[in-house]
C-alpha cells in the first residue's frame, strides 16, 4: 500500500497579492524537493489541481482562494521526513502569514493501493469523515502520521 496526502486551507489574499509572493515563489521549490525526496511517488499536476480549486461545482465549491496538494508516497516516514525535515516545514510555520486563520492545514492521510492516483473529490471525502469519525487506521490525521513514521523508522 502507498500512502495518499491531502491537504488544504484558505488564503488570506487573492493568489496574485504581493503580501503572498513568497509563498507563491516557494511552491515551486518545495515541490521540487517533494519530487526529488525519497519515497515521493506522485503529486496532483498544478493545471488539474487549480482546476478542481476553480471548479464552482466541485470538491472545493465554497471555498475561493483555496491552497491544496494532493500526493502520494511509499510510506508515512518518507511523507514526514519530507514534510517536516525539509523547507517545507519552515514553509508550514508561516501558514499564520499566508492563511485565514482557523482555515489552514487541513490534511487528511489514507492508504492507497500501489499505482492508484486519488481524486480531490476522495480527498474532501476522507477529511470529511476524518471530522466526523476520527482518525481509523486506514483514514488519519498528523498525530497518527507521526506515530506510523516512528514505527516505520524504527
Known amino acids: 500500500m502507498h500512502l495518499a496526502e491531502f491537504n488544504f486551507g484558505t488564503l488570506r489574499y ?7 509572493a513568497d509563498f507563491q515563489n516557494g511552491l ?37 482562494n ?28 508561516r501558514q499564520d502569514e499566508w492563511f485565514v486563520p482557523g482555515d489552514s492545514g487541513f490534511v487528511v ?8 492516483r486519488p481524486s480531490v473529490t476522495e480527498g474532501m471525502a476522507n477529511w470529511r469523515g476524518l471530522q466526523m469519525r476520527g482518525e ?3 483514514v488519519f490525521g498528523s498525530n497518527m502520521l507521526a506515530e506510523l513514521a516512528a514505527r516505520e523508522v524504527a
Open 14 to 20: 487573492p493568489w496574485d497579492d504581493p503580501r503572498l
Open 28 to 64: 515551486d521549490i518545495v515541490n521540487d524537493i517533494a519530487a526529488r525526496s525519497p519515497g515521493f511517488v506522485w503529486r496532483m499536476p498544478d493545471d488539474e489541481m487549480e482546476a478542481v480549486q476553480d471548479d464552482p461545482c466541485g470538491p472545493l465549491a465554497g471555498r475561493p
Open 66 to 93: 483555496t491552497a491544496s496538494t494532493l500526493s502520494v508516497w511509499e510510506g508515512a516516514a518518507p511523507l514526514y521526513q519530507f514534510a517536516m525535515k525539509t523547507l517545507h516545514a519552515r514553509f508550514m510555520a
Open 109 to 116: 492521510f489514507w492508504w492507497v493501493s500501489v499505482g492508484y
Open 136 to 138: 481509523n487506521k486506514n
